[in-house]
C-alpha cells in the first residue's frame, strides 16, 4: 500500500518534531507556512523554523501571505490529509473539505480550554496543574472542531515555557503518530467539545509581559516562568527595563516593604515584595547587559545596593 500523502501546515518551534514525524512516517508532499519575516536592526529575512526543516527534505514549500485568498495551488495536489500545527491563519473551507481523511490539528491544550495561538504560556500563567495536547478535526471556527484524541501531562514546578513547550511537542508528534492510523482505518469517535467549558489563550501582548508586583508570590512566579525564555517578562528599575528569566517563592514577608521593593539580597537571587509575600529573582537581564543568573550577578556587583529599590 502507498504511503499515506499528507500536507502539512505549521510555523514555529513546536511544529518541528510533528513535521519530522510525519516525513519519518508518511509522504508529506508540502509545507505550507507563514512567509519569511524581517528581523534584528539590518532587517534580514529569516525562514520559519518549518520551512527549514522542509527544505532540508526538499519538500515543496508555499507560503501564502492570505491562506483565504491562495490556495488555489494547493487544490492541484495530491492529498489524503492536510495536518495543521501552529500554522498561524484560519484554514478556509475549501481546503478543509478538501482531502480524504479530512484536516487534523495538533493543539497544545486540553481543548475546549485555552483556544488560541498561547496556550502553553497560559496554562502556566494561569496556574493549571495539568496541560496536554489535542488532535481534532479543523472547522472554520479557531480550535472548535471535534476532538480525536487527546494526552495529559503534569505542569511541574521547574517547568516553565521552555520545558513545556519542548514537553508537549514530543507527546503531541507521539499522539499524532498513534492517531492517524486510526482515523484511515475509521476506529475513532470524535466527541464535540463543550462551548460551556471553552477558555482562550489569546497571543501574548505587551502589556501581559510587564510584571505586576501587586499581584500575589505565585502569580508573579508563574508570570516569570509562563513567558521565560520568550518574550521575557519584564519590570522597570531605575528607568530602565529589566528582564526577569526565573524566580523562586519564599516564605518571608516584610510587611514594611511597598510592593515591588527590593528587601534582601540572597546567595542565588534578590528578594522582590509581592502582595502576600516575597519572590526571589534569579535569573535577570539588566538594561544593556547579556541574560545571567543572579549569582553570577552578585559575585561581580554589590548587590546590596539594590535593597530599598523598587521594581514598577
Known amino acids: 500500500m502507498d504511503k499515506l500523502k499528507i500536507l502539512f501546515m505549521g510555523t514555529p518551534d513546536f511544529s518541528v518534531n510533528v513535521l519530522e514525524g510525519l516525513i519519518k512516517n508518511y509522504d508529506v508532499v508540502g509545507v505550507v507556512t507563514q512567509p519569511d519575516k524581517e528581523v534584528g536592526r539590518h532587517k534580514e529575512l529569516k525562514a520559519p523554523p518549518v520551512k527549514v526543516v522542509a527544505n532540508k527534505y526538499n519538500i515543496p514549500v ?22 495543521t500545527c501552529a500554522y498561524g491563519q484560519i ?18 491544550s486540553l481543548l475546549p480550554k485555552l483556544r488560541g ?18 488532535i481534532m478535526y479543523m472547522v472554520e471556527k479557531m480550535d472548535a472542531g471535534d476532538i480525536i484524541s487527546q494526552v495529559e501531562t503534569e505542569i511541574l514546578p521547574s517547568d516553565n515555557l521552555e520545558s513545556l513547550h519542548d514537553r508537549l511537542s514530543i507527546l503531541g508528534t507521539k499522539l499524532l503518530l498513534e492517531t492517524i492510523p486510526n482515523i484511515v482505518s475509521g476506529n475513532i469517535n470524535p466527541i464535540k467539545q463543550d462551548e460551556s467549558e471553552v477558555t482562550y489563550a489569546w497571543n501574548i501582548t505587551r502589556e501581559e509581559e510587564h510584571i505586576d508586583f501587586n499581584k500575589s508570590k505565585i502569580d508573579v512566579f508563574n508570570q516569570i516562568r509562563g513567558l521565560s525564555p520568550h518574550p521575557g517578562a519584564y519590570a522597570m528599575l531605575d528607568g530602565n527595563i529589566v528582564k526577569i528569566y526565573a524566580s523562586r517563592i519564599s516564605d518571608s514577608f516584610f510587611t514594611t516593604l511597598k510592593n515591588g521593593e527590593i528587601g534582601k539580597i540572597y546567595k542565588d537571587g534578590i528578594g522582590v515584595s509581592c502582595k502576600d509575600g516575597e519572590v526571589i529573582i534569579t535569573e535577570i537581564q539588566f538594561a544593556g547587559k547579556k541574560r545571567m543568573k543572579v549569582v553570577d550577578y552578585l559575585n561581580g556587583s554589590d548587590g546590596t545596593k539594590l535593597i530599598g529599590k523598587v521594581f514598577e
Open 62 to 83: 508555499f507560503q501564502p501571505n492570505r491562506i483565504k485568498q491562495e490556495y488555489e495551488c494547493l487544490l492541484n495536489l495530491d492529498v489524503d490529509m492536510i495536518v
Open 117 to 134: 495561538g498561547a496556550p502553553i504560556h497560559k496554562a502556566i500563567i494561569n496556574n493549571y496543574a495539568r496541560t496536554g495536547v489535542t
Open 91 to 108: 484554514i478556509p473551507k475549501v481546503l478543509l473539505d478538501f482531502p480524504k481523511y479530512g484536516c487534523i490539528n495538533v493543539h497544545a
